[in-house]
């Protein structure tokens, strides 16, 4: 196998600071203030936005986790709660590269993202290692009656996961790909980061496609020289 | 779409993906040019790589968007 390519030579051009919108710099200064008063008032008002978004957003992920109801409900509140700790621990961290509101939602985000992959495993709708080939053509979509060729890639793919992906990416791959385990519950599971997940993935699905390309199952030239 | 196509677009990478880490790091400042109009993914194209890529940070990103463009400031 070759060096990744992951983590291309892109670099990210980060903004550096610069002044604060109005809004953004009230939040700031209320939140940062020597008043109290002031700041317990920023602190509820800034708290009551986050539990109303998380909310928001457990019931937009709704469709795509096991959690439901009034645990569903907790997870919102947890996520809120703990995302307004982390915003008032990494507050002098804000450098006015977007809203304030924006980047402190985003630890919203990132809670409801986290307390959703634990709360998974409270009532999982598929065990680990279960390893469910049958369906990898419904989550291919393939339909064996219209590609002739479905039950002939997916055993191909399942020979090369199983013949020349390690047993780190082999366990990785049939979790989130086969089995369709929501990566962020998995990394719960096993203990890792999201990233390090995806880069399992990454680098297992660029050497099953190497080895499809030598098999005749692709070309090399219509894909992108991906 | 026939078997070859989905099969490339299953085992399709980006080499431009920065990974989770990276895009998670400037989430919200992408998220604010998309929010504007401006042209995001060109100014990051690494992290449009990734956002397309990843179903979590993806998640993220949509809802984060979703976020900021609507009214959370009733009581």
């Known amino acids: 196998m070759g060096a990744s390519r992951y983590h291309g030579p892109v670099q990210l051009a980060r903004s550096a600071p610069r002044e604060l919108d109005d809004e953004s710099a009230s939040w700031l200064r209320r939140l940062s203030s020597a008043s109290l008063a002031e700041r317990q008032a920023a602190e509820r008002e800034l708290h009551g936005r986050l539990i109303r978004i998380a909310r928001s957003e457990v019931r937009r992920r709704s469709a795509g986790t096991p959690v439901t109801g009034p645990e569903l ?3 919102a509140h947890q996520a809120g709660d703990d995302a307004m700790l982390a915003i008032l621990a990494k507050l002098a961290e804000f450098r006015g590269e977007s809203r304030f ?3 402190a939602y985003k630890f919203v985000m990132l809670e409801v993202s986290g307390k959703l992959g634990r709360h998974y495993w409270r009532n999982p709708p598929v065990v680990l290692d279960a390893e469910q080939w049958d369906r990898l053509p419904d989550r291919l979509g393939l339909d064996p009656h219209q590609h002739a060729e479905a039950a002939c890639i997916v055993a191909e793919v399942r020979r090369v996961v199983d013949a020349e992906l390690t047993a780190h990416q082999r366990r990785i791959f049939v979790a989130i790909v086969v089995d ?4 962020n519950a998995l990394a719960v599971k096993l203990g890792l980061q999201r990233n390090a997940i995806y880069k399992v993935i990454f680098d297992a699905r660029r050497k099953i ?3 499809l390309i ?3 199952y692709l070309d090399e030239l219509d894909v992108g020289q991906r | 779409m026939n078997e070859h196509e989905i099969l490339e677009r299953f085992v399709r990478t980006d080499p431009r993906d920065v990974g989770c880490d990276e895009a998670i790091a400037v ?3 992408y998220v604010d040019l998309v929010a504007a109009g401006q042209a995001a ?3 990051y194209p690494g992290v449009a790589a990734h956002l397309a890529a990843c179903g979590p940070c993806g998640d993220d990103f949509a809802g984060l968007l979703a976020a900021v463009t609507t009214q959370h400031d009733e009581t």
């Open chain 2, 41 to 43: 993914a060109d100014r």
């Open chain 1, 101 to 103: 509101t924006t980047w």
């Open chain 2, 27 to 29: 989430l919200h400042v």
């Open chain 1, 214 to 216: 030598t098999r005749g």
């Open chain 1, 73 to 75: 409900d907790d997870v």
């Open chain 1, 209 to 211: 496609r190497r080895a």
């Open chain 1, 180 to 183: 369709g385990i929501p990566l």
